[in-house]
């Protein structure tokens, strides 16, 4: 019999200490990828984790995303616990300057940081191809396998080179309670069991990133134009910032 109750009390402890670590992250702290501020050690680092616990983003959209927030000295959030509570806001409109809007919690002091970039950073090699004629060049910089009539075909490489300027940085004090009242959003969206993407894009909307950055956790999600209560949470940082931006 006592046997038997050993068992139950170890299957017990088993199960509760299961559910203590559900959700639970170790931050990889690899100081070849940040320092412990979370300063990465160079413009072609990557801000989100390549592992499959997180269905990884494609090439493009690491860069993409990257290449924003690096041009808004922002730290990368994955990889050391920065102190403090984190959520993060990365708003990549079509046709818009890119956005960032982070809310901070360390002990009971809470504070909302908006930045604006100037541009969208240059962030993948481009390649600007055409038909142009030959006397762009001048008679002596052509060879015959150049020319097809009066005309030359050209491939110039735009490298890429991951710069824009913050043109806003701005920061709010916030209470506990609009802490509470942003964290019931999170809640709701039930963002830390959601999928970090669907698979859903398009030429003309936006894209919505939220990393959310604990002492025990981290998580992101990226939607595209999205219609689900993810928009809630960013609306209520928009909001809070007091851009008036048009959303979409």
């Known amino acids: 019999m006592i046997k038997y109750i050993k068992l139950i009390f170890f299957a017990l402890f088993i199960s509760c200490s299961s559910n203590s670590n559900e959700g639970m992250y170790v931050y990889p702290?690899?100081?070849?990828?940040t320092n412990s501020h979370g300063i990465p050690k160079d413009s072609l680092a990557f801000y989100f984790p390549i592992s499959s616990q997180f269905s990884g983003l494609d090439t493009f959209k690491m860069n993409w995303f990257s290449s924003a927030l690096y041009c808004a000295k922002e730290p990368i959030l994955y990889n050391f616990y920065l102190d403090q509570d984190i959520y993060r806001f990365l708003?990549?409109?079509?046709?818009?300057?890119?956005i960032i809007l982070s809310i901070y919690k360390k002990g009971e002091k809470v504070w909302l940081v908006t930045k604006e970039l100037d541009k969208q950073p240059q962030f993948m090699d481009d390649?600007?191809?055409?038909w142009v004629s030959s006397d762009f060049f001048g008679k002596n910089t052509l060879t015959t396998s150049m020319v097809?009539?009066?005309?030359?075909?050209?491939?110039t490489v735009i490298k890429a080179d991951r710069k824009a300027e913050i043109t806003i940085n701005q920061t709010k004090q916030l209470s506990i309670k609009e802490?509470?009242?942003?964290e019931s959003l999170i809640n709701k969206f039930s963002f830390w069991k959601s999928k970090p993407l669907l698979e859903d894009s398009g030429c003309d909307g936006?894209?919505?990133t939220i990393e959310g950055h604990l002492k025990n956790r981290y998580w992101y999600v990226s939607r595209w134009s999205p219609k689900d209560s993810i928009k809630e949470v960013g609306l209520w940082l928009i909001a809070k910032s007091g851009l008036k931006e048009e959303v979409y």
């Open 29 to 33: 702290q690899e100081l070849s990828i």
């Open 91 to 98: 708003w990549l409109r079509s046709f818009y300057r890119p």
């Open 127 to 130: 390649h600007n191809v055409g």
């Open 148 to 155: 097809k009539d009066t005309m030359i075909y050209i491939d």
């Open 179 to 182: 802490w509470e009242e942003f």
């Open 206 to 208: 936006s894209e919505w």
